[in-house]
């Protein structure tokens, strides 16, 4: 959660700094780009685990089902086409 409101509070940094740009310093602009960069970053980062993980259960509850559909007809397995 903490990440999350971290990128509310940028995404408010950024639409005012959208309304004040020519008020902006390099040093300003600079280090609101750094924060843009880090946190989405970090939120790619949490969201490729996340991706992952549902691959692996997706992959792991396909094979239980295929298993199942092996065992309850030997003769007729999924894989085979």
Do not use: F
């Not at 309304?19 to 980062?45: K, P």
């Not at 969201?47 to 992959?59: I, N, V």
């Amino acid at each position: 959660m903490q990440l999350h409101q971290r990128g509310v509070d940028l995404l408010v940094n950024v639409l005012d700094s959208i309304d004040r740009v020519d008020q902006l310093t390099a040093a300003d602009t600079r280090a609101l780009l750094q924060e843009v960069a880090e946190v989405m970053s970090l939120i790619l980062e949490r969201d490729a685990r996340l991706a992952l993980k549902m691959e692996r259960r997706y992959s792991a509850e396909q094979l239980a089902r295929e298993t199942m559909q092996v065992q309850a007809n030997p003769k007729k397995s999924p894989r085979r086409r």
